[in-house]
C-alpha cells in the first residue's frame, strides 16, 4: 500500500477533557515495601553495605529462583514531594519507585529502587542529588555500585544485563550520574 494515499479524518473534532490520573483503575499494582527476608513477589527493605542510615527497596519476580541469572532493571525516582493537579504523586524516596516494577510487570526481572543520597551519605535526599548548592553526587554513585554488586551475588542478577532507568531526575540522574565515569557506565546494557 502506498501510504501516501493513506488519508487520516478526525472522528471527533471536540477537545477532549483533561483526564485525572485518579480517574483511571491501574492494571498493574506493585507490592508495598515491607521490612521482611526478600522472596519472590515480595517488594522488600534493603540496605547496601556500609550505609547503614539509608535504604533501597529490592523486588524479586514471582517466577525467581533456580540456578539462573535475572535482569535487573535498577529505578531512581523523579524529585519529591511532589503533587499535581492530575493525581500525579511522588515522594522522591525508593518507596515510591514504581517505573521498574512496570517495565516487568512484577514478572522475569529483579527490580531496585536506589535513594539519591547527602554528600556523607548518611541521608536520603528527595530534590535532586545530593545537597544544595554542591548536589555531590559521589556517595549516590558508591551506593549504586554497592547495591548492583550485592543483588547480583546474594539473588542471582545478572550483572552482564542491568538496565538503569528513571523518572524526571531520576531519567536525568540516568546520564549525569549512570554515566558518570567509566567504571559507572560500564555497569549498564
Excluded at 502506498?2 to 483503575?25: C, G, S, W
Excluded at 533501597?56 to 535487573?72: A, C, E, I, M, S
Excluded at 543520597?117 to 559521589?138: C, F, H, I, K, N
Aim: glycine residues 14%.
Amino acid at each position: 500500500m502506498d501510504m501516501r494515499q493513506v488519508r487520516l479524518v478526525p472522528v471527533n473534532l471536540q477537545t477532549p477533557a483533561i483526564r485525572d490520573m485518579r480517574d483511571v483503575v491501574p492494571d498493574l499494582v506493585g507490592p508495598l515495601p515491607k521490612r521482611e527476608a526478600p522472596g519472590p513477589g515480595r517488594r522488600t527493605i534493603q540496605k547496601a553495605s556500609g550505609f547503614e542510615h539509608v535504604g533501597h527497596t529490592l523486588y524479586l519476580p514471582t517466577n525467581h529462583g533456580g540456578d539462573r541469572k535475572w535482569p535487573v532493571i535498577v529505578e531512581w525516582t523523579g524529585n519529591g514531594p511532589y503533587r499535581n493537579e492530575h493525581g500525579d504523586v511522588s515522594s522522591g524516596y525508593p518507596a515510591a519507585g514504581q517505573l521498574g516494577y512496570g517495565l516487568a510487570g512484577g514478572h522475569g526481572a529483579i527490580c531496585l529502587s536506589l535513594p539519591f543520597l547527602s554528600g556523607d551519605g548518611r541521608a536520603m535526599v528527595t530534590q535532586w542529588w545530593g545537597e544544595s548548592p554542591t548536589y555531590d553526587s559521589a556517595a549516590t554513585v558508591r551506593y549504586f555500585k554497592q547495591a548492583i554488586a550485592e543483588t547480583c551475588e546474594k539473588y542471582q542478577g545478572d550483572p552482564d544485563r542491568v538496565i538503569l532507568v528513571g523518572f524526571s531526575r531520576g531519567s536525568i540522574a540516568v546520564n549525569a550520574l549512570g554515566l558518570s565515569s567509566d567504571e559507572a557506565a560500564g555497569l549498564w546494557k
